[in-house]
């Protein structure tokens, strides 16, 4: 099984600033496949990114993924009020699908 | 629009069964692949099992291999999770999700699931 560890945990920032978060898995994530999922409280999951760093529908162009191999990449550009959420990667490279712990994004 | 509406959750004893429905409209249910992911309270997200468009391949987390089956009727554009010796750890918001073989754009709101004596 492959071990996903997001880092940090906890990110404080301001709406407006730049927010990156990161995801390192225990071995290679084959083809990239790789996914973002955003977390509101009381809400399902929703996706953002999937390959690595296509953009799922309706997803806004501030959100970007990137990475490959063990380390990837959810940049958000500019924080909007809307973005403080949960966000969790996950990877679907084998049969065994995984997820990481999650990365809080807070306003500070 | 796209809807998944889970249905089944509640309370059981360990040791009991109990059986999620999950049912879709607004798509064409049988082209996408179906999945089951939980989350216990305050916790994070874990992928429980998965099943191809026509039922043809399943397969299921470590944590749950033997115990629960997943399946579906296309027919009846449902997914159900047949979960059965259950334990504590089993306690979380079941989400039935669909979308490629891997990842999910489309996901129900979740039935809560309760092991406890």
């Known amino acids: 099984e492959i071990v996903l560890t997001q880092s940090p945990g906890t990110l404080s920032l301001s709406p407006g600033e730049r927010a990156t978060l990161s995801c390192r898995a225990s071995q290679t994530v084959s083809n990239s496949y790789f996914a973002w999922y955003q977390q509101k409280p009381g809400q399902a999951p929703r996706l953002l990114i999937y390959d690595a760093s296509r953009r799922a529908a309706g997803i806004p162009d501030r959100f970007s993924g990137s990475g490959s191999g063990t380390d990837f990449t959810l940049t958000i550009s500019r924080l909007e009020p809307e973005d403080f959420a949960v966000y969790y990667c996950?990877?679907?490279?084998?049969?065994?699908?995984?997820f990481g712990g999650g990365t809080k994004v807070e306003i500070k | 629009e796209v809807q998944l509406v889970e249905s089944g959750g509640g309370l059981v004893q360990p040791g009991g069964s109990l059986r999620l429905s999950c049912a879709g409209s607004?798509?064409?249910?049988?082209?996408?692949?179906m999945h089951w992911v939980r989350q216990a309270p305050g916790k994070g997200l874990v992928w429980v099992s998965r099943?191809?468009?026509?039922?043809?391949?399943?397969n299921y987390a470590d944590s749950v291999k033997g115990r629960f089956t997943i399946s579906r009727d296309n027919a009846k554009n449902t997914l159900y999770l047949q979960m059965n010796s259950l334990t504590a750890e089993d306690s979380a918001v079941y989400y039935c999700?669909?979308?490629?073989?891997?990842?999910?754009?489309?996901w129900g709101q979740g039935t809560l699931v309760t092991v406890s004596s």
């Open positions: 607004g798509f064409t249910f049988s082209s996408y692949w």
């Open positions: 999700a669909g979308g490629g073989s891997g990842y999910y754009g489309s």
């Open positions: 099943i191809k468009t026509d039922g043809s391949y399943t």
């Open positions: 996950q990877q679907y490279g084998t049969s065994q699908l995984t």
